[in-house]
């Protein structure tokens, strides 16, 4: 299998019926950078820049901060990385940062909340990734937005930063796109507001499924009860990806769902097209976007997302699929 995954790393991904899908790298640390050349991905979709606060005794420094980011730019060499902000607070604990005691640390204070209540850490972390994509391409997205006055929030502070830098005589990134993480089900009904904002979006969907579903993502006793294949959750993600593209912003999913080859493949049937995932998953997945006629697929699934159209089992109906073709 290894062996045969690796054949596929120069082979394009596009499917049966010519549907180019981008795939792309989750990271989060320097050593995963060579996974991305590797394993033949088209860019970094999701680096987790709490990483390196998680593995440091003190809070990394500014310069530090942009070491980092420059030598994961480097590596990219020219393909598109996207930054999230830090995604700390809740169950990430830095040793260093006097924890809060909280009664549901998923839903307290973390990620951008406790970015924009403590702005100097987000700016010094701002400033880090604007000195560091100095003359290439940024991209930053922002974690665990509830109500799109956050990303507002967010967006003046990089801008502030940037007029400072400018101010400064300092070299700028050439593109700066500033996107959303979409975790928290209420911006599934503020997607209209959300679009006019944002250069891009992200479907986060380990933590969109665990408040979707009201079901903890780390106690498997209620998370495996859900099948993320609910026609529920499946008809949140077509909402957002259909709309996202009316609106003509880019839409990716960088959850756990879009490592998973018959996941992957009922986010093909919904529409999706950019997937980020784990390096393990790039060749399965790319397996799988290779051997499927989308066309057909989403012709066979959609209409199962109708109302009316009687109790489905999508799981078995993909694997049905799969099996036929
Ligand atoms: C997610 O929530 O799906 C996600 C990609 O972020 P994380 O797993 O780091 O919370
Ligand atoms: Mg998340």
């Known amino acids: 299998r290894q062996a045969q995954y690796r054949r596929l790393r120069s082979k394009p991904s596009v499917s049966r019926d010519g549907v180019e899908i981008s795939l792309l790298l989750n990271a989060g640390l320097l050593v995963d950078l060579p996974a991305m050349v590797e394993s033949g991905a088209g860019g ?147 997607l209209e507001e959300l679009f006019q904002q944002v250069d891009f979006v992200s479907i986060g969907s380990n933590d969109l499924f665990q408040f979707f579903c009201a079901a903890d993502r780390g106690n498997t006793r209620v998370s495996d009860r859900f099948d993320p294949l609910n026609i529920g959750f499946m008809r949140a993600l077509r909402r957002i990806v259909t709309r996202a593209k009316l609106a003509g912003v880019p839409v990716t999913l960088c959850g756990e769902l879009a490592g998973r080859p018959l996941e992957a493949m009922a986010l093909l049937a919904l529409g999706f097209r950019d997937l980020s995932m784990s390096a393990s998953s790039l060749g399965p997945v790319k397996a799988m976007v290779r051997s499927v006629d989308i066309g057909r697929l989403s012709a066979r699934i959609l209409p199962k997302l109708e109302p009316g159209s009687g109790p489905v089992d999508l799981r078995k109906e993909l694997r049905a699929f799969a099996a036929e073709h």
């Open 44 to 190: 970094i979709g999701l680096f987790r820049t709490e990483l390196q606060f998680m593995v440091a005794s003190s809070f990394p420094r500014m310069n530090e901060q942009k070491g980092l980011y420059a030598k994961v730019l480097d590596a990219a060499e020219g393909r598109p990385v996207t930054f999230r902000t830090l995604d700390i607070g809740g169950d990430k604990v830095l040793p260093y940062l006097r924890a809060i005691q909280e009664e549901n640390p998923a839903m307290g204070w973390r990620a951008l909340r406790l970015g924009l209540d403590r702005p100097a850490i987000l700016r010094t972390q701002i400033r880090a990734l604007l000195h560091a994509a100095a003359g290439r391409e940024l991209k930053i997205k922002f974690p665990m937005v509830a109500d799109v006055s956050e990303f507002v929030q967010a967006k003046a502070l990089v801008e502030r930063e940037l007029k400072h830098l400018k101010r400064h005589g300092h070299k700028t990134p050439s593109k700066l796109r500033l996107g959303v993480m979409i975790e928290v089900p209420s911006l599934i009904f503020q």
